[in-house]
C-alpha cells in the first residue's frame, strides 16, 4: 500500500515538473525565436507554441533563448533543456552494466 502510495506521488511529482518545465521552454523558445529570427512577439510567440514540445526542436531553440537572451550558461541550459538525454543515457549505461555482470 506504501509503495501505491509513493508511486502516485512520484507520478504527480513527475507531471508537475514536466509542466514547468515546458512552460520554461515555452518562453525560452518565444524569446530565442524572436532574437534568431528578428520577429516580434507576435511571432514568436506563434512559432514558440507551434514547436516548443517538439522534442529536440523545442530543445535547441529553448537552449539558444536561455543562452542568448537570458544569459544562462552552456551548461545549465543544457541540463535544463535536454535532461531526457542525460536520463537515457545513464538508462543505457545501466542497461549495459548489467548485461556485462549478467554474462
Known sequence: MLGEFQGAVMRVFL??????????????????????????????????????YVPLVGSIVGMY??????????????????????FWAIFLSMQGLQAVRGR
Do not use: N, P, R, T
Not at 34 to 48: E, P, Q, W
Not at 65 to 86: C, E, N, P, R, T
Open 15 to 52: 507531471q508537475i515538473s514536466f509542466l514547468i518545465m515546458g512552460i520554461v521552454q515555452f518562453f525560452a523558445a518565444w524569446d530565442g525565436f524572436m532574437y534568431l529570427l528578428g520577429v516580434g512577439s507576435i511571432v514568436g510567440g506563434i512559432l514558440a507554441f507551434l514547436l516548443a
Open 65 to 86: 533563448g536561455a543562452v542568448k537572451v537570458w544569459d544562462w550558461s552552456f551548461l545549465q541550459a543544457f541540463v535544463l533543456f535536454f535532461w531526457y538525454l542525460i
